[in-house]
């Protein structure tokens, strides 16, 4: 047990002293942290990450003072956003899409595409992602691609690391070249 002189977390000016000394380097990693654990929580990544620091400036999580300031954020971060898509999924009510007397309010796929582009995406989308109806993981990746993700994006979306990443990866790419006429994407 430390001895009651001996510091076990770190102070709030502490926290936020070490907060305002991060470098650009250290906030664009943030950010891209950020970003990729707000998947799927229904938060912008700066919210997640502004409640990570904001929870450890008020002391509700407690930044011990051998582990970096950085790193406790990442681990906060990482804690909310599993928490919010826990409660996501526990919340999640399952209700017919379409209701007599109730038009179908959604947003077309981009609003500069025109009524014929946004029909030939999601045709196109819809055909991509059939392909992968007998793989969920797979379907979750192709969507993820689909969406921009970068490597460590998906990565966390499929909760897949090395090779067995590299084999799903392999997978996708396999099928999707049965799309094109030349064996090609182009």
């Not at 430390?2 to 991060?22: G, Q």
């Not at 950020?34 to 929580?41: G, Q």
Request: charged share 30%; hydrophobic share 35%; proline share 5%.
């Amino acid at each position: 047990m430390p001895a009651d002189d001996e510091k076990t977390s770190r102070t709030r000016d502490d926290v936020e002293a070490a907060v305002r000394a991060f470098s650009v380097a250290d906030w664009s990693r943030l950010h891209k942290v950020a970003k990729a654990f707000s998947f799927k929580t229904g938060w912008e990544f700066e919210d997640l990450q502004q409640e990570a620091i904001m929870r450890t400036l008020q002391g509700t999580r407690i930044c011990p003072v051998d582990v970096d300031v950085m790193k406790h954020l990442i681990d906060t971060m990482s804690s909310i956003a599993d928490g919010e898509r826990d409660k996501a999924h526990n919340q999640a009510t399952h209700l017919p899409t379409a209701q007599p007397g109730i038009e179908d309010a959604e947003d077309p796929v981009s609003p500069e595409w025109s009524a014929e582009d946004n029909l030939a995406y999601e045709g196109g989308r819809t055909e991509i992602l059939a392909m992968f109806d007998d793989d969920p993981v797979a379907r979750d990746m192709v969507e993820g691609i689909l969406a921009g993700f970068d490597t460590e994006q998906l990565k966390e979306l499929t909760g897949l690391q090395g090779t067995a990443y590299n084999t799903k990866r392999t997978l996708v790419r396999r099928r999707l070249l049965k799309l094109s006429p030349k064996g090609r994407i182009p």
